[in-house]
């Protein structure tokens, strides 16, 4: 089992930055790749943006690309999502995710409300 808790989330205005974090506990951080995904009013779920257990490769969808980082600390069991230049379309509940082999994104957290204003 794996606990992901989301923070960072917040208001801010178009153009601005925010760095989401995803703290987990439970079995190993380090043996995860982990994703970013977020869930916009009466819009499906969408990925953002993943890294591998290593954190050595990661890639984003093509909405975020050169505005969003996603980094993994593996000695601080947390994963950050920068994003930057933000804009009214971002506007969403972000959520991480931990990828299980064989099982796809299995442990979810609970997500933060990322609100971009124009």
């Known amino acids: 089992q794996v606990q992901l808790v989301e923070s960072g989330g917040g208001l801010v205005q178009a153009g601005g930055s925010l760095r989401l974090s995803c703290a987990a506990s439970?079995?190993?951080?380090?043996?995860?790749?982990m994703g970013w995904f977020r869930q916009a009013p009466g819009k499906q779920r969408e990925f953002v943006a993943r890294?591998?257990?290593?954190?050595?490769?990661?890639d984003y969808a093509d909405s975020v690309k050169g505005r969003f980082t996603i980094s993994k600390d593996n000695a601080w069991s947390t994963v950050y999502l920068q994003m930057n230049s933000l804009k009214p379309e971002d506007t969403a509940v972000y959520y991480c995710?931990?990828?299980?082999?064989?099982?796809?994104?299995?442990?979810w957290g609970q997500g933060t409300q990322v609100t971009v204003s124009s």
């Open positions: 995710a931990a990828l299980v082999a064989g099982k796809g994104y299995d442990y």
């Open positions: 439970g079995r190993t951080f380090s043996g995860y790749a």
């Open positions: 890294i591998t257990r290593t954190g050595g490769r990661s």
